[in-house]
């Protein structure tokens, strides 16, 4: 385990960049930024993950076509967003590395592995799901239970 202990608090602190998930939300954008400031504070990287999934679809009608996805052209435009929010959210953090990293796959599988080498993990406590008046999103939830690092969860 790679740990660092900090002279001026005593506190042992995980080595590794602090991964956030970033969906587009407010509360995702307000999560990479609280992730960027402590970052910033604690000289920690910070990894930026924004997953896709491609939908699977069905149907009994000979006459429906679906146009084929080119998956790279829509990872493209999902690092074009993501690039985006990075930048907003760095901006007078010069000094913080960030990276942003584009995943095909659900969201909760690619914050979980990513956690395995991460010092902390921060997601916002609810996504752009459809069951709004819950208080923790899905994500949110399985990232608490099964991540391999601490987590922060932003309002």
């Given amino acids: ?14 080595a590794g960049p602090i991964v956030v998930g970033v969906d587009g939300s407010d509360s995702s954008r ?10 910033a504070a604690h000289g920690n990287s910070v990894l930026a993950i924004r997953t896709y999934s491609i939908p699977a679809l069905a149907t009994a009608d000979p006459g429906f076509v679906l146009q084929p996805v080119d998956i790279q052209e829509l990872a493209n435009a999902w690092r074009k967003v993501l690039d985006g929010e990075v930048a907003a959210a760095s901006r007078g953090r010069d000094a913080v ?12 599988r690619a914050l979980i592995d990513a956690s395995q080498k991460a010092s902390t993990l921060v997601v916002g406590s609810r996504g752009l799901g459809g069951f709004v008046g819950l208080l923790l999103g899905s994500v949110s939830q399985q990232c608490v239970t099964h991540a391999h690092c601490p987590v922060v969860v932003i309002r």
């Fill in 1 to 14: 385990m790679n740990e660092d202990t900090s002279a001026s608090s005593g506190q042992v602190r995980q």
């Fill in 30 to 39: 307000r999560a990479l930024q609280w992730a960027v400031e402590e970052g």
């Fill in 97 to 108: 590395k960030i990276d942003a990293k584009v995943i095909e796959g659900p969201a909760a």
